[in-house]
């Protein structure tokens, strides 16, 4: 796990359907305890509102952005190891909790074979926003 406590944001997508390309975005608009606007998981008292991914795993992976369905992809800082009930503040003040870890499903497989299970505990974690307001890329974060 890495020391590094702040990074940035390098990539945000919204999943507008099941099975359909991600939507590309330099911002999106956040929306307190229930995610991004425009996202299908974007729903109050979801466990699942905005999936959050670590680059640098992604890259040793071998995936494209959006491959996993992650909302918002991060470098520089690592979620690995983060704990649920953990905050990241984002940009100029948005704040986030971490929540579960998110389990690979059989659709990993479909990506590439045996990628469900080389991507067991690294897939990403779950966050809900606790504030509203525009994240964007280019947004630092910061574990607090």
């Known amino acids: ?73 991060v470098e520089g800082v690592s979620l690995f190891g983060l704990q649920k009930g953990q905050k990241l503040r984002v940009g100029d003040g948005l704040e986030f909790q971490i929540g579960e870890l998110c389990d690979p499903c059989e659709n990993m497989d479909h990506i590439r074979p045996g990628l469900r299970e080389k991507i067991e505990g690294q897939r990403g974690l779950f966050v809900t ?10 947004d630092e974060v910061t574990i607090e």
């Not at 911002?27 to 509102?49: F, I, M, N, P, Y």
């Not at 926003?129 to 280019?138: E, I, K, M, Q």
């Open 1 to 73: 796990m890495s020391d590094t406590s702040t990074g940035k944001i390098v990539d945000i997508r919204l999943n507008v359907a099941r099975r359909q390309p991600m939507s590309v975005v330099e911002s999106a608009e956040v929306k307190a305890g229930e995610g991004l606007v425009g996202d299908r998981h974007a729903k109050a008292g979801s466990t699942r509102q905005i999936l959050m991914m670590d680059r640098a795993i992604m890259e040793a992976l071998e995936v494209e952005p959006g491959q996993l369905r992650e909302n918002i992809t």
């Open 129 to 138: 926003p606790l504030s509203s307001g525009t994240v964007n890329v280019g």
